[in-house]
């Protein structure tokens, strides 16, 4: 009997083992770079996954952050915009900016899939 099709294998332990979700089954993961895709699969960017293009890593826990992940926490990176590529779906991409739950007063834009509505990045 075979392997049912969503079934993975991961033998080399050395590397890490990021399983694909959703529709969207061409991501991938380098030694200093990754992908991001939407469930849907119509948006994809790319983004470093080590300096300097990867400015921060960090866990949030304020409200907007647990309101749009419906969970406590966040795990959230910071990329400098000059290091995120749009692979495929910019046109798909919709926005929503709002300051009034921003801490600083800044606008934060949220990006999203206009098909699936999964959130893909936030700028402010």
Known sequence: MSA???????DD???PYIPLAGL???GWSKDDSATATCFCGSVQISFPTEGPGLVGVFICNC???RKITASMFAT???IADTHLTHV???STLKTFSQSKSIATG???T????SNCGTLMYRRT
């Open 4 to 10: 049912p099709a969503h079934s993975h294998s991961h």
């Open 13 to 15: 332990l050395s590397k």
């Open 24 to 26: 969207g089954q061409d």
């Open 63 to 65: 409200t907007d952050c």
């Open 76 to 78: 959230n990176f910071t």
């Open 88 to 90: 495929r779906g910019l």
């Open 106 to 108: 800044n606008t934060m």
């Open 110 to 113: 949220n990006h999203f899939c």
